[in-house]
C-alpha cells in the first residue's frame, strides 16, 4: 500500500469516519504505486518466477473499513462467548458462589454508562452498591442495547457497515456471512432476557461468526487486504482478554483464607471465555489461577494468546510501507507485556498487569490509526456543550483524548473510529518538528570537529524559570574495529508543564548510515540510528537548550489509603493510565520485604505526602551514595542488602516500595544542574540522573528526589519516564565486531545558558 494523494487529508490518510463505519464527505482519492511487491523482485542466479498480476494499493478509507471489520467481527464473537460462558457458570455454582454481574460491564468497559443508564431508570436514584447490577438490566444492555456504542448488536451493525464498505476487495461470501449474522442478531434482540433463549440465540450469533470468519479465510494470505483484517482481529483479541482478566482476577487469585471450594469452576469459566480451554489441558497447564491468567496472557504456545497476538502483528506490519512508528509501537508492546508478567500474589497486582497489558494494546492501534488512517487534526474551539478532544465525555465513547503523558488505556469498546490523532511521522532520516511547542526541533546527524553553538537563550526568564544547556557526551572506544551498529537513545528531554525545549541535537560521529525518531509507549523521544562501515569509536553527544520552572506546591493530600481506594476505582483517563505504574516491572519487583521497609512511613491515616517524603528521607539517610558498586541491573533487595548505590537505586527502591503497599510510582531519568551553591551537596551532577514520581488522584505526579532529599525543582531537567531504568536507558543497542573489551565515557554537564535572545 502507498500513499494516496492529498484530497482533503494528510497523504496516506483518510477522511473523518461517521458512526457505523460510514465516511463522511467522501471524495476519492487515488493511490499510486511504484516498485514492487513487498516479499518479489527479481531474483539472480534461480530460474524466474511466473509474473503476478499486481494489486492496486488499498485507499486509506478502504484499508481503515477492512481494519474495523476484524475488530468487530473479534469482539462480537469474544463478547458472545462471554456472555454465554458467565450465564451457564451461573448453573453450576450455588447461590451465593458466583460473581455477579459486574464482570460484564467490566468486560466492555461500559459501567459508567450502565451506571446512568441504571440511574435515569431508578428516576435519579441509583442502587444500593450491595444489590449490584442485575442481570435483567446488563445482559440486555451488553448484548443487544443500540444504545450502548460496545454491545454486541452494535459490533455486529458495524461489521456489516465496513464490509460494506470494503465489499470491492473482499470475497463474495463475506458479505453474505455478514449480512446473515446481521438478520440472525437482530431477529432475536427480544430473546436474551430469559435465560434458555438467550442461550440459544448467542449459540446462533456464535454460529454466525464463524461463519463469517471462515469466509474471510478465503483471503490470500500474503494480500494487504487479508493483513489488515487480520490485525484488527488480533489487536481486539489481545485487548478483550486484558479486560478479561482485570475483570475476573479476584477470582483467579486464592484469597488469604485459601482456596474457594470453587476455584476450578471460576478458572474454566476464564479459559472457556477466551476459547483457551482445551488449548490449556492440552499444554498441561496448572490448575491455579495465576497460571491461567499466564497462559492467556504470555503463553507463546496458545495461539491466543496476548504475546502470540502481538508476534503475529509483529510479522505482518514488517511488511506494511511507512511502518516505523507500528514497528516502534509493536516492540513497546511486546516489552511492556513481557515486563508485566511479573506480578505479585494479589487480585490488585494481577488487574495492574491486566491494565498494562491493555493499556499496551490500546497504544499500538492508536499508532496503526495514525499512520494509516489519519485525518486533519480537529478545530481549535469546539462548540458549546460538546466534548472537545481532551473532555473525558468523549471517552464513553471510545476516543483517547490526548494527555500530557501521551499515554493511557483505551476506554469502553466503542466503534468511534475517529481514534486520537497526531501528525504522521515524516521519513526516518527528516527532521521531525516536537510536538509541543512547534518551535523546537531534532536532528541527527554527523558530528562535526568542532561542535557549532546552539542559540543562546535568556538564563532566567520573566517567569522566573531556569534555562540550562544540557550536554550528554557519550565514548565508546572498541577493542578492534567494528564494523556497524545500531542504537536508541533516550536524550532528548520532554516538554511538560514545567518545561519546554528551545533546541535539541544529537550529533554522532562516524555519520549514521539512517535514523528516525518516534514516541514509545510512554511518550517519550526515542532516536534510533544505524552505522555501517569500519569503525574503532562510536561517539553521541546531544545537546538541549532547555527552560524549567518549578512545578506548584503539592496541595494536602488524603490518607495514603483512601488513595489507594481512589486509585483502584479511578476510572478517568489519568487513573487509567496512574495504573500502568502499579505492577512489578522488570527491574523493580513488588515484594514483602519493599512493603515491610516502607510500612515505618505509611502507619495508619497518614496522609500521602507526609509519608512520601518521610520515605525518601529514609533512603537518603539509609543509603549511601557511591558510584561503582552498583550496574543496571543489580536488584533492588541487593540495594536494599548493601546500603549503598547510585541515584537510579535509590529511584527504584523507592518506587519499589510504593508499588508494593499498592500506590502508583515511576521512574523518572533525566539531569541536575551541575553547579550549585556552595554546600548544596546535590549528587549526580555530572552524569544522567534519576528521581521517582507518585501518583496523588485529581493532581497530577509529584516528582521527589530521594537522592538528594528533596523535592523536583526547578534545578531539575526531565528526559524520560517509565516503570523503571530499562525503559528509558539513555543509550542502548548492538554493535557488529569492537571485539571482546570496549570503554565507555560518559560526560554529563547542565550550565545556565548565556543571556541572548531566545
Same mark, same amino acid.
Given at each position: 500500500?502507498?500513499?494516496?494523494?492529498?484530497?482533503?487529508?494528510?497523504?496516506?490518510?483518510?477522511?473523518?469516519?461517521?458512526?457505523?463505519?460510514?465516511?463522511?464527505?467522501?471524495?476519492?482519492?487515488?493511490?499510486?504505486?511504484?516498485?514492487?511487491?513487498?516479499?518479489?523482485?527479481?531474483?539472480? #542466479?534461480?530460474?524466474?518466477?511466473?509474473? &503476478?498480476?499486481?494489486?492496486?494499493?488499498?485507499?486509506?478509507?478502504?484499508?481503515?473499513?477492512?481494519?474495523?471489520?476484524?475488530?468487530?467481527?473479534?469482539?462480537?464473537?469474544?463478547?458472545?462467548?462471554?456472555?454465554?460462558?458467565?450465564?451457564?457458570?451461573?448453573?453450576?455454582?450455588?447461590?451465593?458462589?458466583?460473581?455477579?454481574?459486574?464482570?460484564?460491564?467490566?468486560?466492555?468497559?461500559?459501567?459508567?454508562?450502565?451506571?446512568?443508564?441504571?440511574?435515569?431508570?431508578?428516576?435519579?436514584?441509583?442502587?444500593?452498591?450491595?444489590?449490584?447490577?442485575?442481570?435483567?438490566?446488563?445482559?440486555?444492555?451488553?448484548?443487544?442495547?443500540?444504545?450502548?456504542?460496545?454491545?454486541?448488536?452494535? !459490533?455486529?451493525?458495524?461489521?456489516?457497515?465496513?464490509?460494506?464498505?470494503?465489499?470491492?476487495?473482499?470475497?463474495?461470501?463475506?458479505?453474505?456471512?455478514?449480512?446473515?449474522?446481521?438478520?440472525?442478531?437482530?431477529?432475536?434482540?427480544?430473546?436474551?432476557?430469559?435465560?434458555?433463549?438467550?442461550?440459544?440465540?448467542?449459540?446462533?450469533?456464535?454460529?454466525?461468526?464463524?461463519?463469517?470468519?471462515?469466509?474471510?479465510?478465503?483471503?490470500?494470505?500474503?494480500?494487504?487486504?487479508?493483513?489488515?483484517?487480520?490485525?484488527?482481529?488480533?489487536?481486539? &483479541?489481545?485487548?478483550?482478554?486484558?479486560?478479561?482478566?482485570?475483570?475476573?482476577?479476584?477470582?483467579?487469585?486464592?484469597?488469604?483464607?485459601?482456596?474457594?471450594?470453587?476455584?476450578?469452576?471460576?478458572?474454566?469459566?476464564?479459559?472457556?471465555?477466551?476459547?483457551?480451554?482445551?488449548?490449556?489441558?492440552?499444554?498441561?497447564?496448572?490448575?491455579?489461577?495465576?497460571?491461567?491468567?499466564?497462559?492467556?496472557?504470555?503463553?507463546?504456545?496458545?495461539?491466543?494468546?496476548? !504475546?502470540?497476538?502481538?508476534?503475529?502483528?509483529?510479522?505482518?506490519?514488517?511488511?506494511?510501507?511507512?511502518?516505523?512508528?507500528?514497528?516502534?509501537?509493536?516492540?513497546?508492546?511486546?516489552?511492556?507485556?513481557?515486563?508485566?508478567?511479573?506480578?505479585?500474589?494479589?487480585?490488585?497486582?494481577?488487574?495492574?498487569?491486566?491494565?498494562?497489558?491493555?493499556?499496551?494494546?490500546?497504544?499500538?492501534?492508536?499508532?496503526?490509526?495514525?499512520?494509516?488512517? !489519519?485525518?486533519?487534526? /480537529?478545530?481549535?474551539? *469546539?462548540?458549546?456543550?460538546? /466534548?472537545? /478532544?481532551?473532555?473525558?465525555?468523549?471517552?464513553?465513547?471510545?476516543?483517547?483524548?490526548?494527555?500530557?503523558?501521551?499515554?493511557?488505556?483505551?476506554?469502553?469498546?466503542?466503534?468511534?473510529?475517529?481514534?486520537?490523532?497526531?501528525?504522521?511521522?515524516?521519513?526516518?532520516?527528516?527532521?521531525?518538528?516536537?510536538?509541543?511547542?512547534?518551535?523546537?526541533? *531534532?536532528?541527527?546527524?554527523?558530528?562535526?570537529?568542532?561542535?557549532?553553538?546552539?542559540?543562546?537563550?535568556?538564563?532566567?526568564?520573566?517567569?522566573?524559570?531556569?534555562?540550562?544547556?544540557?550536554?550528554?557526551? *557519550?565514548?565508546?572506544?572498541?577493542?578492534?574495529?567494528?564494523?556497524?551498529?545500531?542504537?536508541?537513545?533516550?536524550?532528548?528531554?520532554?516538554?511538560?508543564?514545567?518545561?519546554?525545549?528551545?533546541?535539541?541535537?544529537?550529533?554522532?560521529?562516524?555519520?549514521?548510515?539512517?535514523?528516525?525518531?518516534?514516541?514509545?509507549?510512554?511518550?517519550?523521544?526515542?532516536?534510533?540510528?544505524?552505522?555501517?562501515?569500519?569503525?574503532?569509536?562510536?561517539?553521541?553527544?546531544?545537546?538541549?537548550?532547555?527552560?524549567?520552572?518549578?512545578?506548584?506546591?503539592?496541595?494536602?493530600?488524603?490518607?495514603?489509603?483512601?488513595?489507594?481506594?481512589?486509585?483502584?476505582?479511578?476510572?478517568?483517563?489519568?487513573?487509567?493510565?496512574?495504573?500502568?505504574?502499579?505492577?512489578?516491572?522488570?527491574?523493580?519487583?513488588?515484594?514483602?520485604?519493599?512493603?515491610?521497609?516502607?510500612?515505618?512511613?505509611?502507619?495508619?491515616?497518614?496522609?500521602?505526602?507526609? #509519608?512520601?517524603?518521610?520515605?525518601?528521607?529514609?533512603?537518603?539517610?539509609?543509603?549511601?551514595?557511591?558510584?561503582?558498586?552498583?550496574?543496571?541491573?543489580?536488584?533492588?533487595?541487593?540495594?536494599?542488602?548493601?546500603?549503598?548505590?547510585?541515584?537510579?537505586?535509590?529511584?527504584?527502591?523507592?518506587?519499589?516500595?510504593?508499588?508494593?503497599?499498592?500506590? !502508583?510510582?515511576?521512574?523518572?531519568?533525566?539531569?541536575?544542574?551541575?553547579?550549585?551553591?556552595?554546600?548544596?551537596?546535590?549528587? #549526580?551532577?555530572?552524569?544522567?540522573?534519576?528521581?521517582?514520581?507518585?501518583?496523588?488522584?485529581?493532581?497530577?505526579?509529584?516528582?521527589?528526589?530521594?537522592?538528594?532529599?528533596?523535592?523536583?525543582?526547578?534545578?531539575?531537567?526531565?528526559?524520560?519516564?517509565?516503570?523503571?531504568?530499562?525503559?528509558?536507558?539513555?543509550?542502548?543497542?548492538?554493535?557488529?565486531?569492537?571485539?571482546?573489551?570496549?570503554?565507555?565515557?560518559?560526560?554529563?554537564?547542565?550550565?545556565?545558558?548565556?543571556?541572548?535572545?531566545?
Amino acid at each position: 500500500m502507498s500513499a494516496a494523494t492529498p484530497s482533503g487529508a494528510e497523504a496516506g490518510g483518510a477522511l473523518p469516519a461517521g458512526p457505523g463505519g460510514t465516511t463522511a464527505g467522501t471524495t476519492g482519492t487515488r493511490a499510486t504505486t511504484t516498485g514492487t511487491r513487498p516479499g518479489t523482485g527479481a531474483s539472480t #542466479g534461480t530460474p524466474a518466477a511466473l509474473p &503476478r498480476r499486481s494489486r492496486p494499493p488499498l485507499l486509506a478509507r478502504v484499508a481503515e473499513s477492512l481494519y474495523w471489520a476484524g475488530r468487530h467481527a473479534e469482539r462480537a464473537e469474544s463478547l458472545a462467548r462471554a456472555v454465554l460462558v458467565h450465564t451457564d457458570t451461573h448453573l453450576d455454582l450455588p447461590v451465593g458462589a458466583d460473581v455477579g454481574w459486574q464482570p460484564l460491564l467490566a468486560i466492555v468497559g461500559v459501567e459508567r454508562l450502565f451506571g446512568e443508564r441504571h440511574s435515569l431508570l431508578l428516576g435519579g436514584h441509583v442502587a444500593p452498591p450491595a444489590s449490584g447490577p442485575r442481570e435483567a438490566d446488563v445482559v440486555p444492555f451488553v448484548l443487544v442495547d443500540t444504545g450502548n456504542p460496545s454491545s454486541v448488536l452494535t !459490533a455486529i451493525a458495524a461489521l456489516r457497515s465496513n464490509v460494506r464498505t470494503a465489499r470491492a476487495v473482499l470475497p463474495a461470501g463475506v458479505w453474505d456471512a455478514s449480512l446473515a449474522l446481521w438478520q440472525v442478531a437482530a431477529a432475536g434482540r427480544d430473546e436474551v432476557v430469559p435465560r434458555d433463549r438467550r442461550v440459544r440465540w448467542l449459540q446462533r450469533v456464535l454460529g454466525g461468526c464463524a461463519q463469517l470468519t471462515g469466509s474471510l479465510w478465503a483471503l490470500a494470505g500474503d494480500d494487504q487486504v487479508e493483513s489488515f483484517v487480520r490485525v484488527g482481529q488480533l489487536v481486539e &483479541r489481545a485487548d478483550v482478554t486484558a479486560r478479561l482478566v482485570a475483570a475476573r482476577a479476584p477470582s483467579l487469585v486464592a484469597p488469604a483464607g485459601g482456596p474457594s471450594p470453587y476455584a476450578d469452576v471460576h478458572h474454566r469459566a476464564v479459559l472457556r471465555s477466551l476459547a483457551a480451554d482445551e488449548a490449556h489441558h492440552r499444554f498441561g497447564g496448572a490448575a491455579g489461577g495465576e497460571d491461567v491468567a499466564r497462559f492467556v496472557l504470555h503463553d507463546r504456545a496458545f495461539s491466543r494468546s496476548v !504475546a502470540s497476538c502481538l508476534a503475529e502483528i509483529q510479522l505482518r506490519v514488517h511488511r506494511w510501507p511507512r511502518n516505523g512508528a507500528v514497528v516502534g509501537a509493536c516492540a513497546d508492546a511486546v516489552a511492556v507485556v513481557s515486563g508485566a508478567s511479573r506480578t505479585g500474589p494479589a487480585a490488585g497486582d494481577l488487574r495492574a498487569a491486566a491494565f498494562v497489558v491493555q493499556d499496551a494494546a490500546g497504544r499500538l492501534h492508536d499508532r496503526i490509526a495514525d499512520t494509516y488512517f !489519519a485525518r486533519p487534526a /480537529p478545530p481549535a474551539a *469546539t462548540a458549546p456543550g460538546s /466534548p472537545g /478532544p481532551g473532555d473525558p465525555g468523549s471517552r464513553e465513547a471510545g476516543r483517547r483524548p490526548p494527555t500530557p503523558d501521551g499515554a493511557g488505556p483505551h476506554g469502553p469498546l466503542s466503534d468511534d473510529r475517529s481514534g486520537h490523532v497526531t501528525q504522521p511521522p515524516a521519513s526516518p532520516t527528516a527532521p521531525r518538528r516536537a510536538a509541543l511547542g512547534g518551535a523546537a526541533r *531534532t536532528t541527527i546527524r554527523a558530528r562535526p570537529a568542532a561542535p557549532a553553538a546552539l542559540r543562546p537563550c535568556r538564563t532566567t526568564t520573566d517567569d522566573g524559570a531556569n534555562s540550562f544547556r544540557v550536554v550528554h557526551r *557519550t565514548v565508546y572506544r572498541y577493542g578492534s574495529p567494528a564494523t556497524g551498529a545500531m542504537n536508541e537513545a533516550h536524550l532528548r528531554p520532554r516538554d511538560t508543564p514545567t518545561q519546554r525545549v528551545a533546541a535539541h541535537r544529537l550529533e554522532v560521529e562516524p555519520a549514521p548510515a539512517s535514523s528516525w525518531e518516534r514516541r514509545d509507549a510512554f511518550g517519550n523521544h526515542v532516536q534510533h540510528f544505524t552505522i555501517r562501515g569500519r569503525f574503532d569509536t562510536l561517539t553521541v553527544v546531544a545537546t538541549t537548550d532547555v527552560r524549567v520552572r518549578s512545578a506548584a506546591q503539592p496541595p494536602a493530600t488524603p490518607p495514603w489509603e483512601t488513595v489507594r481506594l481512589v486509585l483502584a476505582a479511578d476510572r478517568q483517563p489519568a487513573g487509567h493510565h496512574a495504573r500502568t505504574y502499579l505492577a512489578g516491572s522488570p527491574l523493580v519487583p513488588v515484594s514483602d520485604r519493599l512493603a515491610e521497609f516502607a510500612a515505618p512511613s505509611f502507619p495508619d491515616r497518614r496522609p500521602l505526602l507526609d #509519608g512520601v517524603v518521610d520515605l525518601a528521607s529514609r533512603i537518603h539517610r539509609g543509603l549511601r551514595y557511591e558510584p561503582g558498586v552498583t550496574s543496571v541491573t543489580t536488584p533492588v533487595l541487593e540495594v536494599l542488602d548493601h546500603h549503598r548505590g547510585v541515584c537510579q537505586d535509590f529511584a527504584h527502591l523507592a518506587i519499589g516500595c510504593l508499588r508494593s503497599i499498592g500506590l !502508583a510510582a515511576r521512574y523518572v531519568s533525566g539531569y541536575i544542574r551541575s553547579t550549585t551553591p556552595a554546600g548544596a551537596g546535590l549528587e #549526580g551532577g555530572d552524569a544522567s540522573h534519576a528521581w521517582f514520581s507518585v501518583y496523588l488522584p485529581g493532581w497530577g505526579w509529584l516528582d521527589v528526589d530521594p537522592t538528594n532529599d528533596q523535592l523536583v525543582s526547578a534545578s531539575h531537567v526531565t528526559t524520560a519516564w517509565g516503570r523503571d531504568y530499562a525503559d528509558v536507558s539513555p543509550l542502548r543497542g548492538t554493535v557488529d565486531g569492537g571485539g571482546r573489551t570496549q570503554r565507555l565515557e560518559v560526560a554529563v554537564s547542565v550550565v545556565p545558558v548565556p543571556v541572548g535572545d531566545p
